[in-house]
């Protein structure tokens, strides 16, 4: 046994195989991750160069441009997002469900901090020109979106790390505490980098495709400018990772590192290698259209994030795996019961029925009256004795109230009607008049 | 039993899953499923009488529609996937593994509505009137689009309130089609329509300030609209009302008002059918003389709706109580099946996260608080909203309470207050959770949920062999 109790699972099946969930978890959490990305990396670019536009007027332009890209990739972020977490729901429902619960205040703020977030990114996109006279003011409403965007995956991230390490449980006690769980801040700059890494080169190709006027839409930014300056930043982002990955790495707790993972991270980063070398070319050397470099550089960075993204899957298998089983056993063998107690209870109403010497209208005086009448003392409402004073040698009475019962007494609460068959009321009014010592 | 217990001692855990709810209710309906084919139909009314004022009202409409859905409707919408796993993962995570399909194809058709809003939305300009039949083709399958989201969606709503024949046959389809799904469809579907209607009527008088002659033809045009969808929704709701289970009937009274306030559902319920035909009677007057209706009243209707709508989901949420699945688990997450074995065991012996199996004179008051944390707080909180020590008094007064009166009440309180679900402990468990309320009404304090005071585990098994 684990170092937990393993609590039960749902005793329901899983709906679907468990490998068409991996694969959803993966591939699903993948294309959100990418559009979660490029709201995150397309703000904090907005407002980079939005601030380098109060000097020079195509960064604005620039700004604008990259900040129409936003509103669209924050929309599909976030309804990409339900299927992954459809499929984490169903497929790590202790893991998951415990770990929001842990962490539950601040898994909840990322409910209204990403709906402020959003707002704010419409404010700032729809009041560029009104707000052209006072764009300190403009850029502030751009930087607070983008800060409340960098808070959130601290939360993400806090409670998919909790969640793997059940043993560490019992040991958080809210949000802050499983925040410094060792491996929580190497994955969230490894995110950050990576975000502004894709957006770099998403915009490279934005900008640089076929099709974009730049002529007309800049002073005088190019098309190939454009993609050289994105160059840069995917490369300079890309290259931070070489600091950020080992950093992550050397921080992941030992209990799911396996061989297979360290084959699947080191395939990851040779790929990124290759995209470094590519990318360090286009900027020292821009080709002339967007051509077989980039799709090379596209190719390398997809390889390596889809390396990673299994990578981490791997991990969290093997990391959950005696947990898993622990459950599983615990989950069939606590079912067993349930269906031995039934059959017990079942079994046992005949059994005290037969035994019973009880009338039926004790019965029901036992099982539902006395919860608030006793024979001669006042529970919630008055003592049978004097039930009995009012309604003695009237049990058609004191049904009739029984099945509404009115309010009489202001210092007492009304009583609720009670639904019972024609022979029990007739039953247990007589029982309830008949109460020795009550008259 | 088996999760970490998410707690809110204040507002109650009911009331944060509720404001999300409603608040994600009223956005779909007005301003998505009833809007979108509205904007449409408006589109197409000033295509075809070649009126750029008209298109210009529906564009407006629509940008405001397209930014609270995107923004406040998506985020609550995953907010109550947030607020229920959190409040009552037992029953999510259930409802998850009976309707995993509907709620993946759910979100395939989500995604889809969302790329072609912003389709719709984001290319109104630019396909201008030259591509116009084309955008409004575009706008008619969007209308659709968010039709299946709402037609999926009602699935499981009605299947927790009666789950019919998938008790028994434990099928996906059986589950689908309860036999409260389509009268509930055809509920909503117009109470949509309705709703968008009244929402866009009080929108156009901030839209159209200073164009007084489309003012008033909108107002006419809105009006009729809301008047043609008022049929639907009454006969839809008829038939929701007759397929609603006797027993859930019975509810109704507490859940419109409260235990408190029963007596008061007439008046409450007069007061709601006052509202809709005070609704209904603007709507008959904007259609027929839209020109005197002042501007004050046509906010009003929408703020009505929205009263009627937020009721009508309190007693829908209200009235399958005392379960959560109807029939198959109770409202603390606790399965109806389960209970006999807890009975005979008791709670603690099978519950992961208590700080002890055993009950003890020394850990009496603390495991009556660990009990009550596992039985009570999905629906009740200390002192907070639906507070348990002002039902208790209620009940006793303000004499002191007998100790062995408020176990016997809790043993056999779903007998008389049929929303109650049976204590599912022992004896002896009853005997400590009262030990513990006579405790908190002695000394009031805070009761921390998982979120703030993390979990506990049994002694022995912390110490267990082969323990990291």
Redesign the interface.
Known sequence: MGPLPAPHDIPLPLPVSPLFLELAIVFLFLIHILFVALMLGGSLLTVAFEIRGRRRPDCDVLAREIAATVTVSKSLAVVLGVGPLLVMNVFYTVFFYSANALTGAAWLAVIPLVTAAFLLTYLHKYTWDRLAGAKGLHIAIGALASALFLVVPFVFLTNINLMLFPDRWTSVHGFLTALVLPNVVPRYLHFVTASVALTGLFLMAYFGRAGFPAEEVFREFDRRALRRRFASVALGATGLQLLFGPLLFFTLPAVGISWALILNILAGVSLAIVAIVLLTREVVAPGARLGVRYLATATALTGTVVFMAYGRHLYRESALAPQRTAIAARTAEFEETVLAAQMRAKAGIRHTKAEAATSPGEQVFRSICSACHARDTRLVGPPLTEIDRIYKGNPAGLIAWVKAPGKKRPDYPQMPAIKLTPAQYQAVAEFVLAVPGTS | ??????HLDFAGNRM?IAG?AVLHVMINHALAVGAIPLVTMMELHGARHHRPDWDRLAYRTLAVCF?IT???G??????I???T??VN??A???L???F??A??VE??V??LE??AI?AYF?SWKRMGQRHKRAHIALGAALSVLSWLTLAIIVAILSFMMEPGSWLARRS?LSGVFNPLYLPQLAFRTPVAMLAAGLFAVGLAFFLTRSERELRAQAVRLLSAWILAWTPFALAGGLWYRARVPGWMR?NVPVALTTQAYQ?WYRDVAVALAAMAIAVLLIAAWGALAPRRLPRAVLVLPFALVLVMLGSFERVREFIRKPFVIANYMYANGIRA??V??L???GVLA?A?YVSSRTITPANREEAGRELFLICCTRCHTTSGVNSVLAKLT????PRPW?RN?VK??L???H????YMPPFPGTEEEAGAVADYLLALRRMPAELD??????????AD??A?P???
């Open positions: 039993m088996d999760f970490p217990i998410f944060l999300i930014i995107t923004s406040v998506a985020l609550t919408g995953v907010g996937w947030f607020a796993s959190l993962p037992a999510i995570g259930s998850i593994r009976v995993f399909g709620w993946f979100w395939i989500f995604c969302v790329i912003m984001l996906f019975a007596g099946d389960v006999p074995l009975q005979e065991d099978h992961t209620n009940l006793y007064g007998d009166v016997g009440y043993r056999t309180m007998t008389v207050r049929p949920g998982a979120q703030t005071a993390g979990v506990r585990v049994p098994v912390a267990a082969g323990s990291r």
